[in-house]
């Protein structure tokens, strides 16, 4: 079975320049979620959908963070402008049940 | 809002039994307790999900006592490979409220040989 795939690994751009990030869940995973998770903490909810409908999106900074689940299957995170403290690896997981997550590798972006 | 509770890190030997307790006195009727484990440059992975009393597979077994407000992560015999970040996580299991799935800061374990 193919795991999470998530692209590109690495990015590493200006601040105030966009970013994108892709994610490809478990086939058949009607739950995606995004985490942010900054060197030394544990993984922080930004927002979790349920096939294409968001559930839980209480920890995105709606200002400059938006994320979509066209068709309930592949997902992109976007950041527009990018800040210093954005930088960050950047998870994607899916799960066809709440709780079971499975991760994908991440990215790792670098904000200059 | 059930946060836990966690020690920052453990070191142990290779061959012991490690035991990481979490606690999360806020602990909700329908929540479950899962811990996850993550090695440097990796998402986390899955251990093992428990909601009272013992759970215990192949990897691990998780002891919860009646009340609910602690969990403890029983990990036999480990080896060098066992050396990660252990994260307790709170929350339903088909949950859909807003702010259920946190994790903590996490134990990061040592095992040394």
């Known amino acids: 079975e193919a795991g999470v795939a998530q692209s590109p690994r690495y990015k590493i751009i200006e601040k105030r320049q966009s970013v994108a990030f892709w994610c490809n869940p478990i086939?058949?995973?009607?739950?995606l979620y995004w985490y942010q998770q900054i060197l030394g903490q544990g993984p922080k909810l930004l927002i979790q959908?349920?096939?294409?409908?968001?559930?839980?999106d209480s920890q995105l900074p709606k200002d400059r963070f938006s994320a979509e689940r066209l068709k309930g299957v592949d997902s992109t995170l976007k950041i527009q402008p990018a800040k210093l403290e954005d930088s960050a690896v950047y998870l994607c997981?899916?799960?066809?049940?709440?709780?079971?997550?499975?991760f994908g590798p991440g990215t790792r972006l670098t904000v200059l | 809002l059930a946060k836990t509770t966690q020690p920052i890190s453990m070191d142990s030997y290779e061959g012991q039994e490690v035991n990481i307790t979490c606690s999360h006195n806020?602990?909700?009727?329908?929540?479950?307790i899962t811990w996850y484990q993550q090695f440097p440059s990796q998402g986390p992975r899955f251990i093992i999900q428990?909601?009272?009393t013992k759970v215990t597979n192949e990897v691990a077994s998780l002891f919860i006592p009646a009340d609910r407000k602690s969990s403890t992560l029983s990990l036999p015999r480990v080896s060098l490979s066992d050396t990660a970040v252990y994260y307790c996580?709170?929350?339903?299991?088909?949950?859909?409220?807003?702010?259920?799935?946190?994790f903590g800061k996490g134990t990061k374990l040592s095992v040394k040989p």
């Open positions: 806020n602990i909700a009727t329908n929540d479950y």
């Open positions: 997981a899916s799960s066809d049940r709440d709780n079971e997550q499975f």
């Open positions: 428990g909601y009272k």
């Open positions: 086939s058949g995973h009607a739950t």
């Open positions: 959908f349920q096939n294409n409908g968001v559930v839980d």
């Open positions: 996580l709170v929350g339903p299991t088909y949950g859909g409220s807003q702010g259920n799935l946190i």
